[in-house]
């Protein structure tokens, strides 16, 4: 029996448009015309229920209410407030505290990841066998079960503020948190920001000095003794200049509680150390595969010209991995962002919590809180997709693709 040959994609386009409802002519038009009107109809029977609900209830549509005193505290805030801000302090506070978890959370979960994936290509058999099992059990345990287990399990199961544990009396661990010195600025402390931001920036500009002198010319250039030294030298510079940058104020048990000092909650260690080692087991899974997706020859190459095996992985086969990489990491940093709304279920002050939970209880303005929280999550998604598209970008551009 002869076997027809495929038709080329080109082919097929007309036919899966027709599949869809992309018909030519009249009848495509009216096709497309009722579905417009099926649409309309549909959001005019929501928005005509959304508003015979509120008449009910006697709210006003509207952004007004922002303008409202709050009237409850937060256990956790970046800015000054207090329980009589309007409900606009209250959404600043909680979108803080959520870019607070998101951005901490990618940090360490990025470091993780990386750590665990070299672990499991590692030809090392214990640690190649202990970084699978950690990915095996944190990946298929749910996030919010995790979350519950370090808050509940862990964090709760420490002493009570009374019975803390100690370190050289400044830093004090127990079931109300972390407390540790807290930082007061002094008149040398600008001076001190600006020639530590100097150090920083020269030592990037000589590392890429450096770097680019490797891969022209082979000539190895010893960064660290430079970086090492304007990184403490410029900053010590400025302190016999203008003096202490800062003072420490240091944490003291009075009655049943610390006076001073600055205090991380439980629930958000809690929730940090969770959706860093949740996300971190996925994203050594990405790396781990973008690694593998880069030829073995690039290894034994880096390794024939005396390169140690860090040192290829890092200079030859990270970067050409990072290509593979880089789009199902990006997933991962958005699905961190997004789980952190989980905070809800440990009480900690972020963004669902405090406004799209407490302060739509108080309010009633269910459509409008809801609208903003979903734009502001949709914001955070496109600026992180955006960075990481531009940062795919210049890893292309420089190895030239």
Excluded: C
């Excluded at 509680?257 to 860093?276: H, Q």
Aim: glycine share 10%; hydrophobic share 50%; charged share 10%.
């Amino acid at each position: 029996m002869a076997i027809e040959p495929r038709k080329p994609p080109s082919q097929l386009i007309p036919k899966l448009q027709r599949a869809l409802g992309g018909r030519a002519g009249w009848s495509g038009f009216v096709l497309q015309l009722l579905f417009v009107a099926a649409l309309a109809w549909i959001s005019y029977e929501i928005v005509a229920n959304a508003r015979a609900n509120l008449q009910a209830q006697r709210i006003t549509a509207g952004f007004g209410f922002l303008a409202n005193n709050a009237g409850f505290d937060v256990s956790q805030s970046l800015i000054p407030y207090s329980g009589s801000d309007p409900y606009t302090r209250v959404f600043l506070v909680g979108l803080l505290n959520t870019l607070l978890v998101s951005v901490i959370g990618i940090f360490f979960a990025t470091i993780i990841g990386f750590l665990v994936a070299l672990g499991r290509l590692s030809p090392n058999w214990l640690l190649s066998r202990i970084s699978g099992g950690y990915v095996e059990l944190i990946r298929n345990l749910p996030v919010l079960f995790q979350i519950l287990f370090w808050y509940l399990a862990v964090l709760a199961a420490l002493p009570n503020p009374r019975q803390s544990i100690s370190i050289f009396d400044s830093i004090f661990l127990s079931n109300r948190g972390l407390i540790v010195p807290k930082p007061v600025g002094q008149a040398g402390f600008e001076p001190f920001v600006v020639a530590l931001l100097v150090a920083i920036v020269a030592s990037i500009v000589l590392w890429r000095y450096a770097r680019r002198q490797l891969f022209q010319s082979g000539k190895v250039i010893k960064v660290w003794p430079y970086a090492l030294g304007m990184i403490i030298g410029l900053p010590l510079i400025s302190m016999l200049i203008f003096g202490t940058p800062v003072t420490w104020e240091v944490p003291v048990l009075k009655g049943f509680n610390f006076a001073g000092g600055s205090r991380l909650i439980p629930e958000f260690v809690a929730l940090t150390v969770a959706l860093s080692t949740y996300t971190a087991a996925f994203i050594a899974e990405i790396v781990r595969a973008g690694i593998i997706s880069v030829h073995k020859g690039q290894m034994e190459a880096g390794s024939s010209l005396g390169l140690q095996r860090g040192s290829v992985l890092r200079l030859i086969v990270i970067p050409q991995a990072m290509r593979v990489i880089l789009p199902p990491l990006t997933n991962q940093y958005l699905n961190l962002t997004k789980n952190s709304s989980l905070a809800v279920a440990i009480g900690y002050p972020d963004l669902v919590s405090v406004f799209a939970g407490t302060t739509l209880s108080q309010t009633g303005q269910a459509i409008e809180i809801i609208g903003i929280t979903m734009g502001v999550y949709l914001l955070i998604s496109l600026v992180t997709s955006a960075i990481m598209s531009f940062y795919g970008w210049r890893i292309s551009r420089s190895m030239g693709g």
